[in-house]
């Protein structure tokens, strides 16, 4: 259901666009994995997207997980909303290639609601461009605010910016790295999932004063890697950042009940992670307890790194139900 606010701006005339087409725009090679269903121009800034919440997906529904309480479901399908707006009303190729430089996300308590489950199918994605940029009248840059409804429930709130590369410029900047790191650390790091786990067991620091954990990476992946891939995905980084922050959570005594959910999280992409370099991810509870609200644990940092090098840092915020 769309928001009211938004009922009387969305061009109704305006053809919806086949699933084959959405798959191409949110660049998918699986039909399991398209989640976005729709997408509607209501100026040249604004756009109110809808996607399914699957039922059955092999990742989104994975034991007892469910996607009307994971943050990460409704990045996923923002994710998908933001590709497919950008191609179709930005006028971006679709050779191009995405970079996502920076994610910030939070949901709301309405996640909580057992009827939430009950209310609706289809999730509504409103998208504002805050800001592009442009180089010879192409749009390369793009800011922009997603909000999302399920039935008439408010559930989540981000910001996010991608930049966009022709394929041919990229491919270009990435050989000699792709070449130096297959050279140097070899294929052997790319291992089978056991289910959908995508860290090691966490273990203290040498200090003592983190949590840490390697990535593991399978190429094969039918969801992370479900288009051909030279280096981490973010989408990747981002769940092994909640699984590590989940588990840090629960050693540290935070957890008053064994359900908790990722509620925020903002995280940075600093440089492209490689698949075939060890990549470690180190999480420390924040010790200011003035940093957590009713229902939240204190912040969680998590950096990650390759060869002593930071790749990525995320700041994350655990829930608990009321």
Not at 79 to 96: E, I, K, Y
Not at 291 to 309: F, L, T
Request: with cysteine; net charge negative.
């Amino acid at each position: 259901m769309v928001p009211p606010t938004q009922r009387a701006v969305i061009d109704t005339a305006a053809p919806i666009v086949e699933h084959d087409a959405i798959r191409t725009l949110a660049h998918k090679r699986f039909p399991e994995n398209v989640l976005l269903t729709d997408i509607r121009a209501c100026s040249d800034d604004h756009f109110v997207c809808t996607g399914r919440i699957p039922a059955d997906h092999r990742f989104f529904n994975d034991s007892g997980r469910t996607p009307h309480e994971d943050i990460l479901f409704y990045t996923e399908v923002g994710r998908q909303a933001s590709l497919a707006v950008t191609h179709a009303f930005l006028n971006v190729s679709l050779d191009d290639v995405f970079i996502f430089e920076r994610s910030q996300a939070a949901i709301t308590p309405a996640i909580w609601d057992p009827a939430l489950a009950r209310s609706a199918d289809d999730v509504v994605i409103e998208i504002k461009v805050r800001e592009t940029v442009r180089r010879k009248n192409t749009v390369t840059r793009v800011v922009a605010e997603h909000v999302m409804y399920v039935g008439d429930q408010h559930v989540f709130q981000g910001t996010g910016t991608w930049t966009m590369q022709s394929a041919a410029l990229f491919k270009r900047l990435r050989r000699s790295t792709v070449e130096t790191a297959s050279r140097v650390e070899g294929p052997d790091l790319l291992r089978p999932y056991p289910s959908n786990v995508v860290i090691s067991a966490p273990a203290p620091a040498q200090d003592n004063t983190a949590l840490t954990a390697s990535l593991i990476v399978d190429g094969a992946h039918p969801y992370f890697f479900d288009h051909p891939c030279d280096h981490v995905p973010g989408m990747l980084l981002l769940e092994a950042c909640a699984q590590l922050s989940l588990g840090a959570c629960a050693q540290a005594g935070l957890a008053p009940s064994p359900r908790m959910a990722l509620m925020a999280y903002d995280m940075d992409f600093t440089q492209v992670v490689e698949c075939n370099v060890p990549t470690t991810l180190s999480a420390r509870v924040s010790s200011n307890q003035a940093s957590s609200s009713p229902g939240m644990a204190p912040a969680i940092e998590i950096v990650v790194s390759q060869r002593g090098a930071v790749a990525g840092i995320a700041r994350m915020r655990i829930g608990f139900p009321a």
